[in-house]
Nanobody, 125 residues
Framework: QVQLVESGGGLAQAGASLRLSCAAS????????MGWFRQAPGKEREFVAA????????SYADSVKGRFTISRDNAKNTVYLQMNSLKPEDTAVYYC??????????????????WGQGTQVTVSS
């Protein structure tokens, strides 16, 4: 089992920055990649970013590329999502996820085995 707890969400104005954290515990050594997804009201959950534990390879959705950065701290078993230049369309519940798969792709939700409870991000114009 892997437990994931997100934090760092909140209310921000357009153009501001927020940093989300995802603390992982349990069988974290078995997870091969960590991802962030988001879900806005009335929309499907969508991929935001992912990072592999072993090689720190990253991938991003086109909508956040250049504005968001995913990173990890192995010693703390924590993954971060630095969100800069926020836009109102970034408003959503953000979820952290852990994958046990040996390889990618990392963008589909079905690639992930464990999910956090989510943290709300609201961006006002």
């Amino acid at each position: 089992q892997v437990q994931l707890v997100e934090s760092g969400g909140g209310l921000a104005q357009a153009g501001a920055s927020l940093r989300l954290s995802c603390a992982a515990s349990g069988r974290t050594v078995s997870s091969s990649a960590m991802g962030w997804f988001r879900q806005a009201p009335g929309k499907e959950r969508e991929f935001v970013a992912a990072i592999s534990w072993s090689l720190s390879r990253t991938s991003y959705a086109d909508s956040v590329k250049g504005r968001f950065t995913i990173s990890r701290d192995n010693a703390k078993n924590t993954v971060y999502l630095q969100m800069n230049s926020l836009k109102p369309e970034d408003t959503a519940v953000y979820y952290c996820a852990a994958s046990l798969r040996a390889g990618g792709p990392w963008y589909p939700a079905w690639a992930y085995d464990y999910w956090g409870q989510g943290t709300q991000v609201t961006v006002s114009s």
